[in-house]
């Protein structure tokens, strides 16, 4: 027995099980949870015949399948339904060819594509609401930005130029298109959503978009709602929280390499924070608000105001190590984490990436990097806040420097040698 082909099969029965669930509870006239697993089925069959016959053996099975649709389509606005829409209809393609992907290519790949069908057929609702929050001036920043993105990118120069040779014009680009995605998700999500959540998700997407952001918006509806102290200081240590998961991420992307020995120390800072957010949680109290108004990451200026810090930084960061060491590294962090954590810690990932700065130093550049960030967050609160948010954050970012200090302080350094 073949059991690479059995195995094939089960999984491709598996993946047409579920569409075909999701389809069948839509009520779909052209096919349901019969139909899908045999579509599926027969994409996998043609594609494991096709080894032997030939590639055709799958173009006459699509072709078929689209007969077969053209068909049934054709009997039901016969019999007067003229309903036009045509998402089973593509689904039932789309999964024939997950279903021959699964030969040609590999399982992992073929049950990435169909759970992503799964996901688009399931969330037609907020799909919807969402095109329908997305305003007119939204729709013109996203496309302009994923034009010069898509169009810019590709022409821009690889290669170092500027003192230090740290100025590449593509890398720098390509984080900046790195970091506006991430910021982006989080758009997309409150305009999924709407304003109105839960805290502890108003939070979350806060701290994806903007972090400094959020606790401006909070302390300012703090200095005219008192009230909502307690919950404002949850959502800002909750942003502030999400903001060192991004450090996480962008470590991840940039330094792969190194993302356990600098990821491990800052997720060890993640993880108290994320304690010392339970404790401030506010027990009893309404857990809904209206989250301020977002603005889109995608708008240009933006972007390109990140671009060029990102490059003055990766400049600042040379130099201070030609000229200073290590200790001129974390002034650099200090001053570029009082406002933004991107730039600092894509710099730094990207000089140990590159074999310039050790793992060791860089989280440690990082880590400080974040607790000036935390200072420069409660200096938000207090100029703009009202006393109780104030005091509250206060003591939740108190708690935060102490466990950071601690890290750095008990955190046993590593020999370059190592």
Not at 56 to 68: C, H, K, R
Request: glycine fraction near 12%; proline fraction near 4%.
């Amino acid at each position: 027995m073949d059991l690479v082909a059995l195995q094939q099969l089960a999984v491709s029965l598996g993946i047409g099980l579920l569409l075909g669930l999701e389809r069948e509870r839509r009520e779909a006239s052209i096919a349901g949870i019969r139909t899908f697993p045999l579509i599926s089925l027969f994409g996998t069959l043609c594609a494991q015949l096709g080894q032997f016959l030939g590639g055709w053996i799958v173009a006459a099975g699509l072709i078929a399948l689209a007969a077969l649709i053209v068909f049934a389509n054709f009997t039901k606005f016969k019999n007067g339904d003229t309903d036009p829409g045509m998402t089973t209809e593509i689904a039932a393609l789309a999964l024939f060819g997950v279903g021959a992907l699964l030969v040609v290519e590999s399982l992992m790949v073929g049950v990435v594509v169909g759970a992503a069908i799964a996901v688009l057929l399931h969330l037609k609702a907020p799909l919807h609401r969402f095109a329908a929050r997305v305003g007119e001036r939204d729709m013109r920043a996203i496309i302009l930005f994923a034009v010069l993105s898509l169009i810019v990118l590709p022409v821009l120069p690889n290669a170092d130029y500027g003192p230090y040779g740290v100025w590449n014009p593509f890398k720098i680009w390509l984080m900046v298109v790195f970091i506006v995605g991430i910021s982006l998700g989080g758009y997309v999500s409150y305009k999924l959503f709407g304003a109105r959540v839960g805290t502890i998700l108003g939070g979350i997407i806060g701290g994806v978009i903007s972090s400094t952001a959020t606790t401006v918006s909070f302390a300012r509806r703090s200095a005219s709602q008192p009230a909502l102290a307690p919950l404002g200081a949850l959502v800002v240590m909750i942003a502030a929280c999400i903001s060192l998961v991004r450090v996480l991420v962008e470590i991840g992307v940039v330094a792969p390499v190194a993302i356990l020995q600098m990821g491990l120390p800052l997720g060890v800072l993640l993880a108290g924070s994320a304690v010392i957010t339970a404790l401030i949680y506010p027990r009893g109290d309404a857990v809904r608000h209206r989250m301020p108004a977002q603005t889109n990451p995608a708008e240009l200026k933006p972007a390109l105001i990140f671009g060029g810090l990102y490059a003055l930084v990766l400049w600042a960061v040379a130099a201070a190590q030609d000229h200073f060491g290590s200790a001129g590294l974390y002034v650099v962090g200090i001053i570029s984490g009082l406002t933004d954590m991107d730039a600092i810690t894509l710099s730094t990932s990207q000089m140990v990436a590159s074999g310039g700065l050790e793992a060791d130093t860089a989280w440690r550049v990082i880590l400080v990097a974040a607790l000036a960030n935390f200072i420069f967050k409660f200096g938000i609160v207090a100029a703009l806040g009202s006393r109780q948010l104030m005091i509250r954050v206060a003591l939740a970012f108190a708690a935060v420097l102490v466990w950071g200090g601690g890290i750095l302080w008990l955190w046993p350094a590593e020999s370059a040698d190592q």
